[in-house]
């Protein structure tokens, strides 16, 4: 196992990012639910869903780079 260094700011406010993204995906979950109710796949609602709950859980996604964030965005 590798152990990475970081200040403590930059490791702040990497918890900061993660916890927007955690209300972020929660809120898009709740709006698109309630916009667009009859016209989503239910499977997408599920995918946000998991996502989310693996998000409070803990639990991340890896990216190398931006292109990847990309890739992950427009998958969904």
């Avoid at 260094?5 to 698109?32: C, F, M, S, W």
């Amino acid at each position: 196992m590798n152990t990475v260094t970081l200040p403590k700011n930059q490791y702040v406010n990497i918890l900061n990012t993660q916890a927007k993204l955690r209300g972020d995906l929660t809120r898009l979950e709740k709006i698109v639910s309630i916009i667009a109710q009859d016209e989503l796949n239910p499977k997408y609602i599920t995918k946000l869903s998991r996502i989310e709950r693996g998000i409070s859980a803990g639990k991340g996604v890896k990216f190398k780079n931006r292109s990847e964030i990309k890739k992950f965005f427009h998958s969904l």
